[in-house]
């Protein structure tokens, strides 16, 4: 990628983080952890600004909340970022998805650990934690299901646009009919 398709891939990442922040959607399925993912693996030198970006402009919108529990889901979306990191050595679907549920887990049990700490919703022993983790189950699935969707989107989409005949020939043969094989 050359330092101009890296600075509008960047710019358009951040476009879509922020957008799809600001507009409605179903509560945790959004792309910052698949654009953190994403930046890891491949922006070796902006990928920490990627996702605070998005969040800080995103959330300047939205609005603030406590600054304990923003550190948590701050430092969590720059943890899966360096997961992106550890996937460039093994680059494969399976190596993505598997990358991307660990970066959903990481979310869901640091940012809800950071709510039973610094929140005063639930009680701070075993059993307030039980309850932390158990009400925000369902957030969970939508963050798995937003993972996941976002990171194959990002990552498919940046592969067929990086090497358009390498990833599409398979479909041609020599006399450009379609082909099913």
Do not use: Q
Not at 49 to 76: E, T
Not at 81 to 104: D, E, T
Not at 148 to 165: D, M, N, Q, T, W
């Amino acid at each position: 990628m050359t330092k101009k398709e890296k600075i509008v891939a960047v710019a358009i990442l951040i476009i879509v983080g922020i957008s799809y922040r600001l507009f409605p959607h179903p509560p945790n399925f959004a792309p910052v952890a698949a654009i953190s993912l994403f930046s890891g693996f491949y922006f070796r030198r902006y990928f920490i600004l990627i996702p605070i970006v998005i969040m800080l402009i995103s959330d300047a919108f939205i609005g603030f909340y406590d600054w304990k529990l923003m550190a948590v889901v701050y430092s969590s979306f720059l943890l899966v970022s360096l997961i992106g990191i550890i996937m460039r050595k093994n680059k494969s679907v399976v190596a993505l998805l598997g990358c991307s549920l660990a970066g959903s887990f990481l979310f869901f049990i640091l940012t809800n650990f950071a709510v039973w700490a610094f929140a005063p919703w639930y009680s701070h022993n075993t059993r307030g934690l039980y309850e932390c983790y158990l009400m925000a189950v369902p957030f969970f699935k939508n963050t798995i299901l937003g993972d996941l969707f976002y990171s194959s989107v990002i990552f498919g989409v940046y592969e067929v646009l990086a090497r358009p005949k390498e990833k599409l020939a398979y479909l041609w043969n020599k006399s450009n009919e379609l082909t099913v094989s």
